[in-house]
């Protein structure tokens, strides 16, 4: 299982003067508020702990479609520029972090696993839906060696992404994320899958 949340920097709703202290004391633990206060841009960090929040989410709702998102209850701590521990219930998940000047990519993944991991974040059109499964299925398909008409994504309500090559399911994981003028996706590699 996987989980990924992107967050457009520059997007209205990430705006600091769009942010309120109600907010902050919903969403962030006493702890986490004071690590983003120390951080030497408070603005960007608060993001940067949303999208990890987010992408430890989806991994766990990925693996348990009842898991509710209560965000002060996955707490975040950074572990280096472009690591973040998620701490849930009795869970740590590992997030990894693109941080970019624009935007942040986190993508969450459970402890030990090594599959490989395939993640991106570009820009949109108009339909950021259709946009970040445009840029699955054109990546993947490069790294599975098919034709991108060869491939499609299906997504049940209230279950995650599949992604389907020949209209088998591969398994693995897979999960998409879009926000302001940014799409992303992280996928793991299915067992036996022979790509690069």
Known sequence: MIGNDVVDFDDPEAQP???????????????????????????????????????????????????????????????????????????????????????????????????VVLATAEHHGADPSRSVRALAIETLAQHLGAAPGELRIERARGCPPVLFLRDRPMGGGLSLSHHGRYVAFACERPPGAGWG
Do not use: M
Not at 35 to 52: L, M, N
């Open 17 to 115: 003067a769009a942010s309120h202290p109600r907010f902050d004391r919903r969403v962030f633990s006493a702890v986490e508020r004071k690590a983003i206060a120390a951080s030497t841009d408070p603005g960007r960090e608060r993001w940067v702990f949303w999208a990890a929040k987010e992408a430890a989410y989806k991994l766990l709702r990925a693996a348990d479609s009842t898991t509710v998102f209560s965000p002060r209850k996955f707490e975040v701590t950074r572990v280096g520029p472009s690591r973040a521990s998620v701490r849930w219930q009795d869970r740590v998940l590992h997030v990894d972090l693109e941080i970019r000047q624009r935007a942040v990519h986190a993508v969450a993944r459970g402890r030990g696993r090594r599959h």
